[in-house]
């Protein structure tokens, strides 16, 4: 069984600052894809990694894959109140033992004051 | 930008009852998953479809459970007799491939009463 461990759970953050959240697993995956979730909503994909060692910007959010495909971490710079949500990491196996099965974290709930 | 869509937002049943979620995936995606979110754990994956078969399914999804894609657009989640713990926040996502980026719709809140 494939497991993600995402820390921290949770993050509470003056504007301004930087942070980062990190998704570790025992296991590689394919490829590690991030997403938001607002309230409500289901979550949104905000990028994927594929390749080890991979770094993607989105803004100012950067995404990591680590060389080995078994980790991942989202850093953001300059938090403002926007970024406030639950970010998600999901691991995907597609092309391994599985067919499209998502892996997820327990999710970062991340809370930018002003 | 092209979503998938999911109905009803909330499904209020009782126990014992069959209840049937629907999802209108993108419309040119041709694999589809259903995954449930209990409150306050982490969104766990139930199964995968391609080609009118399901590819894969977890643990989860025992023979209460069932997939279909009766037309050209539709992909139901079928649960024939609900039980309490089949509470929870239900996701439908669709891709273009195995290996492509899956896209969630909004869920639809299951409540077994």
């Known amino acids: 069984t494939q497991l993600l461990e995402q820390s921290p759970q949770f993050l509470s953050i003056q504007e301004g600052e930087n942070l980062t959240v990190y998704c570790n697993s025992s296991s590689v995956f394919s490829s590690l894809q991030w997403y938001r979730q607002e309230p409500g909503e289901g979550p949104v994909l905000l990028v994927t990694?594929?390749?080890?060692?991979e770094v993607k910007k989105l803004k100012r959010l950067t995404f990591q894959f680590g060389d080995a495909r078994k980790d991942s971490s989202l850093h953001i710079t300059a938090a403002q109140p926007g970024d406030t949500g639950l970010y998600l990491c999901a691991g995907d196996n597609a092309g391994g033992t599985s067919y499209g099965k998502l892996t997820f974290g327990q999710g970062t709930i991340l809370t930018v004051h002003p | 930008e092209p979503e998938v869509t999911q109905t009803p937002s909330h499904q209020v049943t009782q126990m014992g009852q069959e209840v049937i979620l629907r999802c209108v995936p993108i419309?040119?995606?041709?694999?589809f998953y259903w995954y449930r979110q209990i409150l306050g754990q982490k969104v766990e994956f139930l199964v995968s479809f391609y080609n009118n078969e399901i590819s894969e399914k977890s643990e989860i999804f025992d023979d209460q459970f069932s997939v279909e894609r009766p037309d050209g657009s539709n992909f139901t989640l079928k649960i024939r007799s609900t039980k309490l713990e089949d509470s929870a926040m239900y996701f439908c996502?669709?891709?273009?491939?195995?290996?492509?980026?899956?896209?969630f719709g909004d869920g639809t809140r299951l409540s077994i009463l």
């Open positions: 419309s040119n995606h041709l694999y």
């Open positions: 996502a669709s891709s273009g491939g195995w290996h492509q980026p899956q896209h």
């Open positions: 990694v594929v390749t080890g060692g």
